[in-house]
């Protein structure tokens, strides 16, 4: 027998081996550990699944890994649903993975957890990257199913607190294999329509797994993308999911989001009540300034203008001239006053009112006024001045009695 002519090359025995073990092997799931997990750049992620006795080598392409609601490590037990091919040039055998899924609710926090850790790393759900929300929304989107109790609470909430806000519904899946796809493609829906201000992502109470779709590292990136605020209300208040850490704000319920959302029309009333006070206050200060800038100006203008400033002169001449004859006639009157006042006392003071009561005044010859008897020598000639003449008098003797002077 000619060994040569029989024997199979490698490449040929490797192919009916591939052939063999493609075709006995078409789809199937195996149970294991996950070890030697390798996430290559081109987006295919490589792994080794195992258990206490054996190992098999498994690759699960972009085009399949990108739909994993979990983030796959070493010492996870998975299910690997896929099929078996043979790696021709190394001549392995391998798992060619379609689907993974954790295997049982503890590998489901481990998954929760691995992308909590690395959504954190990478900065996810810091306080900066969080956008504010607007303060009074005119349109709100509300993602959510439509036949759960959570949309018809968010609506009865908005209706009544603020019925000046327009709502905005897309009905999406919140539950199942499909859901987190269509949530994803939701929000790119709402973001881009640039009509709503903000979104409320919300649904009710369940289950890890029920709510497990908004633990999924796509929601959760699509969230952080999103230029619109997003509302994150996902189960019960104490649920708490990877959207509820993404998100912009985290409420309890999707009632509470509902509260959140939007300022009640109380609220609103008071806030524009302070508006008008602040208004009220601004344009008042402004009235004045632009007063005293008026005036600031008129000013300017008027020295512009020399017909202008002559006007205003001769406006002030005029009132000086009549400020001055108030003051011209105040003086001549205080004076005409105090001239009447001293002619009054000097009147008191003229010897004739004396002279017209009865007296007289007797003169010397040498016309100094006489003031006793004694002035004169007997039979020496005097004047006496009378109210309303003069007579010649001569001193004839002295009186014993009181000097009586005789007149002849």
């Known amino acids: 027998m000619n060994t040569e002519q029989t024997a199979l090359t490698v490449s040929a025995l490797t192919r009916q081996?591939?052939?063999?073990?493609?075709?006995?092997?078409?789809?199937?799931?195996?149970?294991?550990?996950?070890?030697?997990?390798?996430?290559?750049?081109?987006?295919?992620?490589?792994f080794t699944l195992k258990d206490d006795a054996a190992e098999v080598r498994c690759v699960m392409f972009?085009?399949?890994?990108?739909?994993?609601?979990?983030?796959?490590?070493?010492?996870?037990?998975?299910?690997?649903?896929?099929?078996?091919?043979?790696?021709?040039?190394?001549?392995?055998?391998?798992?060619?993975?379609?689907?993974?899924e954790p295997a049982g609710l503890g590998t489901l926090f481990l998954a929760f957890e691995a992308l909590k850790k690395q959504?954190?790393?990478?900065?996810?759900?810091?306080?900066?990257?969080?956008?504010?929300?607007?303060?009074?929304?005119?349109?709100?989107?509300?993602?959510?199913?439509?036949?759960?109790?959570?949309?018809?609470?968010?609506?009865?909430?908005?209706?009544?607190?603020?019925?000046?806000?327009?709502?905005?519904?897309?009905?999406?899946?919140?539950?199942?294999?499909?859901?987190?796809?269509?949530i994803v493609r939701a929000i790119g829906e709402m973001d881009d329509s640039g009509y709503v201000d903000l979104i409320i992502l919300g649904r009710g109470g369940g289950s890890l797994e029920d709510l497990w779709p908004f633990n999924e590292e796509k929601v959760a990136r699509a969230i952080f993308n999103c230029r619109t605020p997003i509302i994150s209300a996902v189960g019960h208040e104490t649920d708490v999911t990877i959207a509820d850490m993404v998100a912009d704000l985290r409420a309890p319920t999707p009632s509470a989001a509902a509260e959140l959302a939007a300022p009640g029309i109380t609220e609103l009333l008071q806030l524009i009540g302070n508006f008008e006070e602040k208004i009220g206050a601004t344009l008042g200060y402004k009235l004045e300034q632009t007063w005293q800038k008026m005036d600031h100006l008129q000013d300017r203008f008027i020295h512009q203008r020399p017909d202008a400033l002559i006007s205003r002169m001769g406006d002030l001449k005029t009132f000086l001239s009549a400020e001055l004859k108030q003051l011209i006639s105040a003086k001549v009157q205080g004076h005409l006053n105090r001239l009447e006042m001293l002619s009054g006392e000097l009147s008191i003071l003229n010897p004739k009112n004396i002279l017209d009561r009865g007296y007289a005044i007797a003169t010397a010859e040498s016309g100094s006024i006489m003031h006793s008897p004694e002035d004169?020598?007997?039979?020496?000639?005097?004047?006496?001045?009378?109210?309303?003449?003069?007579?010649s008098a001569r001193k004839e003797k002295n009186t014993e009695r009181d000097n009586n002077l005789g007149v002849s």
């Open 119 to 182: 959504l954190l790393a990478e900065g996810l759900f810091a306080d900066e990257t969080k956008k504010p929300l607007p303060k009074i929304p005119t349109a709100i989107g509300l993602i959510t199913s439509k036949t759960g109790a959570a949309v018809q609470d968010m609506i009865n909430v908005l209706k009544r607190r603020a019925p000046y806000v327009e709502l905005v519904l897309r009905s999406t899946l919140v539950q199942g294999d499909d859901a987190a796809v269509d």
């Open 376 to 391: 004169l020598e007997k039979g020496e000639l005097f004047q006496l001045q009378l109210a309303k003449g003069t007579m």
């Open 62 to 100: 972009k085009g399949n890994n990108q739909f994993l609601h979990f983030k796959p490590k070493n010492g996870m037990q998975v299910l690997v649903n896929g099929r078996i091919s043979v790696y021709e040039p190394r001549g392995q055998y391998q798992l060619i993975a379609t689907r993974m």
């Open 17 to 46: 081996i591939k052939e063999l073990l493609e075709g006995t092997f078409p789809q199937l799931w195996v149970a294991g550990e996950i070890s030697n997990f390798i996430h290559h750049g081109s987006g295919h992620i490589y």
